[in-house]
């Protein structure tokens, strides 16, 4: 047999979305490939080792250069690339790695454009949000303004849970140390939480532009299913650094939202979620068309798992 032949390797596979690690955080060093591997190199040039094929989402901070190498292996891998501000709040840019699903972008598009089926989507938030059905005869902006009361509520009862003094939900990303430590931590937390959830949107084939609730906006979908999950996930991890009061508490709310991640497995549920949400709407996914184009890492039967991106 001869060493160079490679026929009787296994086939590549991309690693699901559920089986990724979360996100990773990356500031002042220098991204790039040397010697085939994705490695940071810091200002002392000493080499970090990522496995990006393993990670859902890179969240690169201020002070952070990237290679033109270093994009094509992430986006090869299926590794969601987002450029961020300083503790992860300001998203100025995310990478697309293979365009989303055509079959899934037009299914999610036709569901936003009915207004019947959007209205029936947004219910299905609404209730697997607050554990309810929600009000009969109402309107997405009357269900707006209820959801609205009711989270501030939550807010509210969460601060009062841990023994915080909280005004209000409300902070200025252009003057990140005028708001108080509670905003700060929620926003650093709802930060985390959108950069995974984003990378599982655009790993299912969805557009993260096109949501229900939310509208206008380039993350307006990503917004709506990160809210179903914000309450039982990032939000206590904010308010208890906040009771906390660490040293730094934008990396403390970093860190302990990495480890919620992965001890709760929080990835293996977002596409599911996703699916279970529109399917509220009625309307069956479509098949691909025969000129999709294929993945980039074929698999073996039909168009693969929706846990990785096409």
């Known amino acids: 047999m001869s060493i160079g032949n490679n026929s009787f390797l296994p086939k590549l596979l991309p690693i699901t979305i ?4 979360s996100l990773i955080f990356i500031e002042k060093g220098h991204l790039d490939v040397l010697d085939g591997a994705f490695v940071v190199v810091d200002v002392n040039g000493v080499r970090t080792h990522i496995p990006v094929g393993g990670v859902s989402c890179l969240m690169l901070e201020p002070g952070t250069k990237i ?41 999610q598009a036709r569901l936003a454009l009915d207004d019947d089926m959007r209205l029936k989507v947004v219910r299905k938030m609404y209730a697997l ?5 929600p ?12 959801e609205g009361a009711r989270v501030r509520k939550m807010y509210e009862l969460f601060a009062k849970r841990y023994g915080i003094e909280w005004k209000q939900r409300n902070y200025d990303a252009e003057k990140w140390e005028s708001g108080d430590l509670p905003n700060r931590c929620l926003s650093s937390a709802t930060a985390c939480l959108y950069g995974i959830t984003e990378a599982a949107v ?3 084939g969805y557009a993260p532009a096109i949501g229900f609730i939310h509208t206008g906006k380039p993350l ?7 809210d179903l999950l914000k309450f039982e996930t990032v939000v206590p ?3 208890k650094i906040t009771a906390e009061n660490p040293e730094n508490p934008e990396q403390a709310v970093r860190h302990r939202c990495r480890e919620s991640f992965r001890s709760t497995k929080l990835l293996s549920r977002i596409i599911p979620l996703i699916e279970e949400v529109l399917a509220a709407g009625g309307l069956s996914i479509p098949e691909a068309s025969e000129e999709a184009v294929a993945p980039a890492i074929p698999v073996k039967e039909g168009l693969g798992d929706v846990g990785h991106r096409n």
């Open 18 to 21: 559920k089986e990724r690690i």
């Open 67 to 107: 290679s033109h190498a270093a994009v094509v292996l992430a986006a090869r891998v299926g590794c969601l690339i987002c450029w961020v501000g300083e503790a992860g709040v300001r998203l100025y840019s995310s990478g697309q790695p293979g365009g989303a699903r055509a079959d899934r972008l037009l299914y």
């Open 129 to 133: 949000r607050f554990q309810e059905e």
């Open 135 to 146: 009000p009969a005869k109402r309107s997405i902006n009357q269900l707006r303004g209820i």
């Open 202 to 204: 655009l790993a299912a």
């Open 220 to 226: 307006s979908f990503v917004y709506d299913i990160a």
């Open 237 to 239: 991890v904010a308010f």
